[in-house]
Nanobody, 127 residues
Framework: QAQLVESGGGLVQAGGSLRLSCTAS????????MAWFRQAPGKERAFVAS??????????TETGSVAGRFTISRDNGLNTVSLQMNSLKPDDTGVYFC??????????????????WGQGTQVTVSS
């Protein structure tokens, strides 16, 4: 049974940092594009970042200046993907989900492209 398990969420003050991790029990993990999505209170799940199977290509949402503050990375030997989040803002608050897809698609910012999801981890940034 494929499973994604997130960890690392918590409460942090604005300007602080958190590192989220996702451990995946996926066969051939290195063949999957991995991503992080965020669901803020009262809003739909939204794309944050993705990383290609090799780890060479990353993509970030264009909203919220994420690209300059967040870094997605992966370790194919450990079947993990991480999201380092720096200079956190209250608008970063939400439940963060790890996702995986084996589809060859350019629509990596769309949640329907992903076939496996974690249960989510809460990130709360106080002002």
């Amino acid at each position: 049974q494929a499973q994604l398990v997130e960890s690392g969420g918590g409460l942090v003050q604005a300007g602080g940092s958190l590192r989220l991790s996702c451990t995946a029990s996926l066969h051939f993990f290195s063949r999957y594009t991995m991503a992080w999505f965020r669901q803020a209170p009262g809003k739909e799940r939204a794309f944050v970042a993705s990383i290609s199977p090799s780890g060479l290509t990353t993509r970030y949402t264009e909203t919220g200046s994420v690209a300059g503050r967040f870094t997605i990375s992966r370790d194919n030997g450990l079947n993990t993907v991480s999201l380092q989040m720096n200079s956190l803002k209250p608008d970063d608050t939400g439940v963060y989900f790890c996702a995986a897809t084996s589809y060859a698609t350019t629509r990596l910012n769309q949640s329907e492209m992903y076939t496996h999801w974690g249960q989510g981890t809460q990130v709360t940034v106080s002002s």
